[in-house]
RNA sequence: GUGUGCAUAGCUCAGCUGGAUAGAGCGUCUGGCUACGGACCAGAAGGUCGAGGGUUCGAAUCCUUUUGCACACGCCA
């Protein structure tokens, strides 16, 4: 916000030399102890003009120092070698600048001007399946990303993309049908209404797919599948046929299947504050598939090979041939690039997204590649919709392998949370007015989430249970304690009907470093929704978070004596909180009141 | 083999458009509780930014060569 107003009083010293304007921009200092800000135009323009730096930026200096705001606006700007412009604003300007970002709605955040609207593909669990490790990122960060663009003005829809048309739906069909063959979803003769209760519960539900699962891969001595095998599979896929070709029956209790596991997903999600604008899944698409099978016809696109339908996806300027997209099988089934083109057309076609993301697994950057550019070289979507891969690394366990439980099996969600929430129940003071549960849920939860989200989303990280549960350092808890540090201190004033007051001049560098730090918070989302980097709000707060408690350390709100000090730090806490709050909300990172 | 990504302090990681003396946390060492909650604060030590070359006034950042690691490479998702 100051960068901004800077760069344009910079603008108007630059015009007034008949310099170009683009090398006016104003940026945080790197020498926080030489200057606040600093303009570093003087050389490239010394570069353009053959003329020395040092020349050029004491002009600029002089040109700036003339204009009629700058008396008010800085304390100091001088040139220094080689070429930089430094610049220090007066502390009264910061302050008036502070006291009306305190006072104003939106606390200075620029909105986006021109109306735009995302889809937001993230969270990808299977249907029957419970949520495990796996799906942890993709929630966590499709989450912080979705509440970032909303904030900034973006209108977002969240769509979690259920897997719940697969195989998996077939297994778990045909074992019902083998276990319970007399229910009337298997009758062909059956016409009357199917019963409104499932015939099985969710706990069965989530026995079924692990135990059909292992049955199929079951092999003899040679490593051969075993008859038995055999067999699950083979009426595993005669469902799944029945299923996508529209029985009735199947569908009937396919519907059921759903509708317990999505209840059972929300439930989980919810306990990660994640939500979802849209829920829904590859069976959406499943009409689709054959009008963009027919689009790619009519563009001549599809090209048998082996007994497969694929579509070329090359340009001429790779570097390396990017292989054709399969969207037939030889047997005649479908693969995800065919559901996911299909999803895209029915996402065009309903709601016309400027923008789609998908914050999926980095593995998976190849399969995107080619879905994007199918989806645009055949016309499916309109050639300006922006489709971008936002994928993530994996979370790793202590030897480098992706994370496994003890045994070696896949962690579940649940335990994870468990782990990291009886961890954090460990620590909670006993106090009386504490409710130990609900503190321990949202420690552990900000351990988790800050964790996941402040290293940069590309990068494989390694889980240590026992590091980030630590509630030393730059850690979810630690800007929990923050928060509820302030929290304590405003109910205090309270008590005393204090109120809060013109913001005035710092009386220290820390508390100017404060004030400085939240102007930052606007730059701070727009950068971090350009590169779909939450990491960059993390270290943001946790910096205003340290500067908070050096604050808290070296001034005493209470006992000020001063009124107008007292009134005016009331109003800097009060921002801080709201900037700190504002910032975890969007991350989706619970703050209790106290802990 | 080909392609993509990564390599920064003892450990785990930031580093945004190429800027000045490369920053945090943990760990180590030193200091601070008669004040709003010590899950805190102040300080110290710790670096050839994997290696070589190049572009530039200026490179962790851009280009190139090279080493190591991870991942991906038509009928799983």
Redesign the pocket.
Known sequence: MLTQLLTQQMEKAFAALNYNTDYA?V?L???P???QF?C?GA??LA?LLHKA?IAISREIVQSLLALPESAEIFESAEA?N?G?I?LNLKDSFLAKHINALAMSENLFVQKLNIPKKVILDYGGPNIAKPLHIGHLRTAIIGEALKRLFRYLGYEVLGDIHT?DW?LQMGMIISEVQRTQPDLPYFDPDFCGEYPAEPPFTLDDLSEIYPRVSAAIKETDEIGSPTENAKAMETAAKEATYALQNGVTGHRALWQHIVKLSVADLKANYQRLLVDFDLWYG?SDSHDSIPIVLDMLKQKNALME????I?ADVSEESD??EV??I?LV???GSY??GTTDLATLYNREKEFHPDEVLYVVD??????FTQVFRAAKKYGIVPEKISLEFVGFGTMNGKDGRPFKTREGGILRLADLIAMVVDN?AG???N?ED?NAAE?AEM?GISVLKFADL???R?????FDLE?FS??????G??LL?SI??IK??LR?LAEESSQPGELLPAVSSVERELQLKLDGFSD?LW?AAK?K?P??LC?YL?ELS?LM??F??N?????EESAERKASWHRLLNVVLRTLTTGLEILAIPVPD??
Request: hydrophobic content about 30%; glycine content about 6%.
């Open positions: 921009a940026g200092s790197a020498r102890d030489l200057c600093q570093n050389m490239p570069k730096p220094v080689p930089f430094n897997g697969g590859e090979s082996d007994g497969a694929i570097k390396k292989p054709p399969i099988k030889s047997d693969l995800y980095a593995r998976q950057a190849l399969h954090a620590k909670i003071q106090k504490i503190v420690v402040s290293n940069y590309m990068k494989d990280y390694v590091k630590a509630f030393e350092g730059k850690t808890p630690y304690y509820v540090r304590n201190i205090k701070v950068q590169d980097a990491n960059y270290e946790y340290t408690n050096s808290y350390h001034h005493h709100i209470i006992t106290k802990m």
